[in-house]
């Protein structure tokens, strides 16, 4: 996840889909008696909160204010 700008994460249900499935992961683990692993998987999941919702800055569409000129 290093790069969370990246045009596959522009969808909102993609990053929520990645959030979740680490916290279903995390339920997993817990739930089968693996709290090592469970606080990792819960660790992905608060860095994934952290990187696609709370610093996440959608890309403008790859257009440049001097591509844009106005119809006449």
């Known amino acids: 996840m290093k790069d ?41 999941a608060f860095y994934a909160v952290w990187q696609f919702f709370y610093l996440y800055k959608p890309a403008d569409g790859g257009k440049d204010s001097a591509d844009t000129e106005p119809k006449e």
């Open 4 to 44: 969370s700008e990246h045009p596959f994460f522009r969808p909102l249900w993609r990053r929520v889909a990645i959030v979740a499935v680490c916290l279903g992961w995390a339920v997993v683990e817990f739930a089968t008696g693996a709290p090592f692993w469970g606080t990792i998987a819960l660790g992905f």
